[in-house]
């Protein structure tokens, strides 16, 4: 089983040879038939580049930490080999430990990212990408069919095959949210046309059947060619204020339902995360 998640990006790189000059007593936590996937853009290097992340599905908290990744990247014909020293979770156990606070006490987990280039994908006709661990090894290969707009994943389980469709954004793609919207609230049309007011372009009428996700209650995702909000959003981490939408609720009181208005404030942010739409097709 395959299971897909959100999660940040962080960086998850490291050399063997610091892997293995770690001491103490070390635990790998992947279970290869348990895991998370996620894919994220990467617009602050180029549109054709996303990151594939590979994590364990638990945490570990205590007196730890978590060595480095190292991972290797091959075509051989049309599979991408991607073969990983997975990071592990390192006891140090070499001197005693006298009180509760001896050490800092912080959760780790444990993962590995893997930067692809979607050109070099179609260019050599990649139709496979195979997980394999160097201790341990092979995940699970998955099939793949990759355009100019997404990436979509294939995984065939006993019974069911497993789907995740990722899109390309380009790199003038900004995120329009109204980050204090109630969960129950679908504010996307104001914002939408909140957008549109300044002059942006909505991602579904650029990227050629775009799909929003399930969960887009509060955001919309737009193109911004003329470029005004793009060029101060220099990280992903950067939000900026760009003005505020006004939607109505329906409150129900003694004297029945009352209409009120209220007020949301609308950033702007690089959109990293894309990843939009799973589902699975259940196998005869």
Not at 45 to 51: V, Y
């Amino acid at each position: 089983m395959i299971l897909i998640s959100m999660t940040l990006p962080l960086s998850a790189r490291a050399d063997v040879k610091d892997y293995e000059q770690e001491e103490g007593t070390s635990a790998n936590m992947f279970s290869h038939n348990a895991y998370e996937i996620a894919f994220f853009n990467t617009p602050h290097l180029s549109d054709n580049t996303f990151t594939m992340r590979v994590s364990a599905t638990g945490k570990v908290s205590g007196c730890t930490h978590m060595t480095g990744s190292y991972v290797e990247v091959k075509t051989v014909g049309d599979t991408l080999k991607i073969e990983v020293v997975e990071s592990e979770a390192l006891l140090n156990d070499k001197e005693p430990l006298y009180a509760h606070y001896s050490c800092q006490i912080k959760g780790s987990e444990s993962f590995f990212d893997v930067l692809l280039d979607r050109d070099k994908l179609i260019a050599d006709k990649v139709e496979h990408i195979q997980l394999r661990s160097r201790a341990y090894g092979d995940f699970q290969t998955v099939d793949i069919k990759i355009n100019k707009n997404n990436i979509k994943f294939t995984a065939t389980l006993p019974r069911e095959e497993k789907h995740i469709v990722f899109w390309f954004h380009p790199k003038s793609t900004v995120t329009l949210q109204a980050p204090n919207a109630k969960s129950r609230d679908d504010v996307r049309d104001a914002i939408r046309a909140f957008g549109m007011a300044q002059g942006l372009t909505p991602i579904e009428d650029v990227v050629k059947g775009y799909h929003f996700p399930h969960d887009a209650h509060n955001y919309v995702v737009f193109s911004d060619t003329d470029g005004r909000l793009v060029k101060d959003l220099d990280t992903l981490d950067t939000r900026i204020p760009v003005g505020q939408i006004t939607v109505t609720e329906t409150r129900y009181g003694a004297n029945g339902p009352v209409e009120e208005q209220y007020h949301l404030k609308i950033i702007a942010k690089r959109t990293n995360n894309t990843f939009n739409r799973r589902y699975s097709k259940r196998l005869h």
